[in-house]
């Protein structure tokens, strides 16, 4: 297991940017597939983005596309969700997920897939 901690959120205007930022606490997480989800109030949690472990495929959810980049830099054991463009319907909780993996360039994209969980970061962006 690995815990994960999540930080970067905050109050935006729509049109801004944000960059969560997730690590993990007391270990390393290489060979560690990550993805972001979100959750709005009184709405299913949804995927955001995904990641493999060697950083070289990723992969957006629709809503997200061409606005949000996910990136990792392994040896500082840390991955980001760069936000642009923001919009009110991106308010939500943003959590990070790992899940081990033996394929270096395998991503997941559903939440059922992943093992550990951040404890999740408010994103709020206000029109």
């Known amino acids: 297991q690995v815990q994960l901690v999540e930080s970067g959120g905050g109050s935006v205007q729509a049109g801004g940017s944000l960059r969560l930022s997730c690590a993990p606490s007391?270990?390393?997480?290489?060979?560690?597939?990550i993805g972001w989800f979100r959750q709005a109030p009184g709405k299913e949690r949804d995927f955001v983005a995904a990641?493999?472990?060697?950083?070289?495929?990723?992969y957006y959810g629709d809503s997200v596309k061409g606005r949000f980049t996910i990136s990792r830099d392994n040896a500082k054991n840390t991955l980001y969700l760069q936000m642009i463009s923001l919009k009110p319907e991106d308010t939500a909780v943003y959590y990070c997920?790992?899940?081990?993996?033996?394929?270096?360039?395998?991503?997941?994209?559903?939440?059922?897939?992943?093992?550990?969980w951040g404890q999740g970061t408010q994103v709020t962006v206000s029109s």
């Open positions: 997920a790992a899940r081990r993996t033996i394929g270096s360039s395998t991503y997941y994209v559903h939440s059922d897939d992943y093992q550990d």
């Open positions: 007391g270990r390393g997480f290489t060979t560690y597939a």
């Open positions: 990641i493999s472990w060697i950083g070289d495929n990723a």
